[in-house]
């Protein structure tokens, strides 16, 4: 059996080891400091690399509730613990593994999660676990090992541009007291205008209350959804107030309509200082990168990290 094949069938630590040891995989720096990373790239990557339609894999980003049975699943205490240079402990571990593989003839992915435990000499074991998803294509001898928010690994010459779609947080502080919501609607049409043009007016998009809850005098919740087709922004908040306190508040705003995987929420709360946020996002790089330069050039934000 060649090395790929070994790798792929290699059920225990110490056969994955010997396998990865001939695979001759090279490390991919991807992302860099302020990107990771995701499981929906890994399904974007599967999709193009193998050439099915990408709902046929949409699956590799579910959640551990929401995943497919295993199609291998064992556990138990061995003498080395590794996965694909993710792991290496060359100790007593009890570890679990689950492997969920798709195949269609010489080709496929397989999910695969790690966990792991060992001694290292508290009362409590140590431990760690890791997710990664191998794609594979064995008539042709390459394939490559995505080791979600951490590295790539390639076997053989691999494209990996379809591996674009990363994620990152941004934390900014804003010279608002307090903010308002056309405020909040005004500044995720700049941003969310980066990623598609359209968004650049939904400032004006018509809304609705979806959502309204009273809580007495102290707690109010609202959401407002704003659209324009396929399109919309939905805006969660949450507002306290306390006796003698100051009423303070918090603000979800996201944007609908992007395509599968993509992620623009904007985080707000104010308190006697101003309004801090952050920013999550996943997205392909160079549309990560041009919603980061236009929070830096919005009057009144400062970014922190």
């Given at each position: ?7 792929l069938d ?18 991919v ?25 990408l709902?046929?894999?949409?699956w ?24 694909d ?8 571990c ?18 695969v999660?790690?966990?792991y435990l060992?001694?290292d ?41 379809a ?26 049409a700049?941003l ?25 005098t ?9 659209s ?18 100051p ?8 944007v609908?309509g ?9 985080h707000?709360s104010?308190?006697?200082?101003g309004v801090e ?5 996943r ?16 009057p009144?934000?400062?970014?922190i990290?």
């Open positions: 059996m060649n090395a790929l094949g070994a790798w290699a059920r225990d630590g110490a056969a994955v080891a010997q396998a990865w040891a001939r695979l001759g995989a090279k490390r720096e991807l992302g860099g400091d302020r990107w990771t990373i995701t499981p929906h790239a890994a399904a974007h990557f599967a999709a193009a690399f193998l050439g099915w339609p709902e046929r894999v949409m590799l980003a579910a959640s551990e509730e929401e995943l497919p049975p295993p199609t291998f699943a064992t556990r138990g205490t061995v003498a080395r613990c590794f996965l240079q993710a792991v290496d402990r060359s100790e007593e009890f570890e679990t593994w689950k492997i969920r593989e798709l195949v269609d003839g010489a080709r496929g992915v397989q999910h999660s790690l966990e060992y001694d000499g508290s009362r409590e074991p140590a431990g760690g676990s890791v997710t990664l998803v191998r794609v594979f294509d064995r008539a042709r001898g390459i394939g490559a090992s995505i080791q979600t928010w951490r590295d790539v690994w390639t076997i053989g010459d691999v494209d990996l541009a591996l674009d779609l990363f994620a990152g947080e941004v934390h900014f502080r804003i010279a608002w007291k307090p903010y308002e919501l056309d405020g909040v609607r005004g500044f995720l700049q969310a205008a980066e990623l598609d043009a359209h968004y650049d007016v939904s400032a004006t998009w018509p809304g609705t209350v979806t959502e309204h809850e009273v809580e007495g102290a707690v109010r919740w609202y959401t407002w959804r704003f324009s087709g396929e399109r919309a922004i939905e805006i969660v908040e949450h507002r306290y107030r306390d006796d003698g306190v009423e303070t508040g918090s603000i979800r705003a996201t609908h992007l395509p599968w995987g993509h992620v623009l929420v904007a707000l104010d308190d006697a200082h946020g952050w920013l999550k996002l997205l392909p790089r160079a549309h990560g990168d041009a919603v980061r330069a236009r929070l830096a050039s919005i009144g934000v400062t970014p990290r």
